[in-house]
């Protein structure tokens, strides 16, 4: 069954159409003879669940989880001391405990068709521990690759316990409360902002046509399929064989080492690398990237449930998602897969690509991690996709999530100079400001004060999505609300409905937990 319009759409906004909501398009050709009648894809809503083919649309969520999977334990391990073997771990890991967390997300967090992985965010408080002194001391390369590991897993428990206390007690809804159409703009924009370049997922349809919509529901498994196999071609036929090192490691299909260091089966269990350690400093600079990763996590919700059509995530639910992300990173940190947890960007566009925001689909994704981490040698081969195919779907997905944002304009005024100085001041800052801290702090040998509140700064500063939603939240806040052309202009007067869970009774719909839990933790 498909809806022709997303709940978001009906609940009273102006004209726009959710992704592949139109119905079939009659055009004519070159000639003007000849009728050609072209299907365009029907969304599947969250609350719907789909036919078999939901097998391959869930695997092409576990394809796009492999790119953050693969990439973090790349950039850390080898810097902790950490060889081949012990990098195949902690990437099967990574990729079990995602598993989890996205199921966890599915059934108890948001209930959108979310994928839970990896976050970026924590990379400059992570690298800060490796390179802290007291590991210097430890000759032995396994030695210190799994104290370093220690002291990481105590840092990300106590962003968990963070996470979770604002999560879960109700303090991100209060703030989540006071957003708008025009504050949600830049915070949904941010969340995806990158190159934008449609390329070969949207062009096969036009060569090859088919009575079923394939092309555009299975466009990642046709992209990665062909591009991974002229890739092999390449490097059978010597093309990359005088080339530097480092783009031999990134294009050759033989060069990731994955699969000969990956066990054939391998169970991960909690604190397998030891008991954890804490040190006070470390701590806060991981809590400092567990606040940014929830302005990811929101930021990403929202286009989610936009291209999963279903209302606007009530700040409850929004609170509730929050507090499951702090459970993902706790499991992160017992299991010791390096990094904390957050929404899955790539996932929230492939929602867009696929028109397809079955909760169902999201559920056997994640069966595919869990699957494929237990299963090490298998898992590897998949994760050995070079990374300029993954980059490449990036370029596409991002776009599809930054559109998101840009689609909440339709409720505001833009002919009203205070939407668009809100608008183009935390545009302009979102970009401005990570510039220079990425650019001229961050790369700074020294700076006053201790090291980890410089990490504090940098990994605040440094995110495009936490500047833009704090810059575009404080000016839409601060300016004036109280009369109610300005509440019309910033789209509150229809907003405003869906901040309360009661308010809306298609919320039961999209967001009530499973096994009448709502009784015993109702949303507000």
């Known amino acids: 069954m498909a809806q022709n319009d997303g709940a978001a759409n009906n609940a009273g906004g102006p004209n726009e159409n959710n992704a592949g909501s139109e119905g079939g398009v009659k055009g004519k050709n070159a000639g003007g003879t000849k009728k050609v009648e072209e299907v365009q894809v029907q969304p599947h809503p969250v609350k719907e669940q789909l036919p078999a083919e939901a097998l391959l649309l869930g695997f092409q969520h576990y394809l796009l989880t492999l790119g953050i999977t693969v990439l973090i334990p790349t950039i850390i391990v080898p810097q902790m001391g950490g060889g081949g073997a012990e990098k195949a771990r902690v990437m099967q890991t990574l990729l079990f405990v995602s598993g989890l967390s996205t199921f966890l997300q599915s059934l108890f967090g948001t209930r959108l068709p979310i994928v839970a992985v990896g976050s970026y965010t924590y990379i400059i408080p992570i690298i800060s521990i490796v390179q802290a002194c007291r590991y210097n001391s430890y000759t032995d390369p396994y030695e210190r690759f799994t104290n370093t590991m220690r002291g990481i897993q105590g840092a990300l428990i106590i962003s968990a316990c963070f996470q979770m206390a604002i ?19 830049p915070y949904v924009t941010f969340a995806g902002l990158g190159l934008y370049h449609l390329g070969f997922p949207m062009y096969l349809n036009r060569y090859v046509s088919t009575k079923k919509p394939i092309h555009d529901r299975f466009a990642v498994l046709f992209t990665v399929a062909s591009t991974w196999l002229y890739a092999q071609l390449l490097t059978s036929c010597t093309v990359y064989n005088k080339k530097p090192e480092s783009t031999q ?5 033989d060069r990731a080492g994955l699969i000969s260091a990956s066990p054939w089966v391998y169970f991960p269990y909690p604190f397998q690398w030891g008991s954890p350690t804490f040190n006070a400093g470390e701590a806060f600079a991981m809590i400092a990237a567990s606040f940014v990763s929830l302005f990811e996590y929101t930021g990403t919700s929202y286009a989610a449930a936009r291209y999963g059509s279903a209302t606007p995530v009530p700040p409850s639910v929004i609170s509730r998602g929050a507090g499951w992300v702090g459970v993902g990173t706790l499991l992160n940190a ?11 960007v790539e996932n929230a566009g492939l929602l867009a690509l696929t028109r397809v925001g079955s909760r169902r689909v999201i559920q056997i994704s994640a069966g595919f991690m869990i699957l494929f981490s237990l299963f090490g040698k298998f898992g590897a081969f998949f994760a050995s996709v070079p990374f300029p195919i993954i980059a490449a779907l990036y370029c596409v997905l991002f776009g599809y999530v930054s559109s998101a944002g840009l689609g909440f304009l339709q409720f505001c005024n833009l002919n009203n100079f205070r939407t668009k100085f809100v608008l183009g001041f935390s545009f302009f800052l979102g970009i401005s400001i990570p510039q220079y801290f990425s650019e001229y702090y961050h790369v700074k040998p020294h700076h006053e004060g201790p090291r980890w509140f410089n990490d504090i700064v940098t990994v605040i500063f440094m995110s495009h999505t936490t500047v833009a939603a704090l810059v575009a939240f404080i000016l839409d806040v601060t300016l004036s609300r109280e009369d109610d052309a300005a509440r019309k202009d910033s789209g509150l007067q229809w907003w405003e409905r869906f901040s309360l869970y009661n308010a809306d009774v298609r919320n039961n719909e999209f967001y009530s937990l499973p096994c009448k839990l709502d009784e015993l933790f109702p949303a507000l």
């Open 249 to 253: 490691i990134s294009c050759r299909t």
């Open 334 to 344: 017992m299991f010791g897969s390096l990094t904390g947890t957050t929404a899955s």
């Open 167 to 185: 999560g879960f007690f109700g303090f991100w809804r209060n703030a989540v409360r006071f957003l708008s159409p025009l504050s949600v703009v």
